[in-house]
């Protein structure tokens, strides 16, 4: 089993939906959460960081966490094309101290 | 502030040959990180550094990597020899806080082709 699995897609979706973008985890005691968006040649940057169960909004963007069902989950509101990119999501735990990433979702906004 | 410096950003090699890259962290970031990114895949761990200490290299070849980090502030990463599957681009990031949470800034890559 992965420790950090996302759907590589592509989603695509319309512009102005909502894209949903999911990942699950594998290390129980994984205590940090994140989601870094990468365009195609350049490197990640950080776009939602999440620490405890439940919502966190941050304008377009609301990062979802349940730890209980190891689940983690980002929604882009109002999808704009410049959203289109792959999202990594991103895991670090302190049974293993390690700063872990998924394979990321290619996500697509079609004008 | 400066970000995190990497260099080169472009190196093609034949495969037996040896490279090394180099990584500058953002000053006074505790923690340096090597990872390995190979095309439409995500950003594999290679190795971590506190300080001047590793905290993780279990997923180094240590066949054929080796990383070192001078004085808890420069990193070099090196590769001898190089294999095909090494083509990738290796990601340096530095992180402000200790081993634990907290937002990973990256460098602009080093983009590694074996041929």
């Known amino acids: 089993q992965k420790e950090v699995e996302q759907n590589s897609g592509p989603l695509s979706v319309p512009e102005g939906a909502i894209a949903s973008l999911n990942c699950t985890y594998s290390d129980r005691v994984s205590q940090s959460f994140f989601w870094y968006r990468q365009y195609s040649g350049k490197s990640p940057e950080l776009i939602m960081s999440i620490y405890s169960n439940g919502d966190k909004e941050d304008g377009r963007f609301t990062a979802q966490l349940n730890k209980a069902s190891q689940y983690v989950s980002l929604l882009i509101r109002d999808s704009q094309p410049s959203d289109s990119a792959t999202y990594l999501c991103a895991v670090w735990g302190s049974g293993t101290y390690k700063y872990i990433f998924g394979t990321g979702t290619r996500l697509k906004v079609l004008a | 502030e400066a970000g995190v410096a990497q260099s080169p950003r472009y190196k093609i090699i034949e495969k037996r040959q040896s490279v090394a890259f180099w990584c500058n962290p953002i000053s006074g970031h505790a923690t340096l990180y090597w990872y390995q990114q190979i095309l439409g895949q995500g950003p594999k761990l290679l190795i971590q550094f506190q300080n001047n200490g590793v905290v993780d290299d279990s997923q180094l070849p240590k066949d054929r990597f080796s990383a070192e980090r001078l004085k808890g502030v420069d990193s070099t990463l090196k590769i001898q020899p190089a294999k095909l599957e090494d083509s990738a681009v290796y990601l340096c990031?530095?992180?402000?806080?200790?081993?634990?949470?907290?937002?990973?800034?990256f460098g602009e890559g080093s983009r590694l082709t074996v041929l």
């Open positions: 990031a530095s992180s402000l806080e200790g081993v634990n949470t907290g937002e990973l800034f």
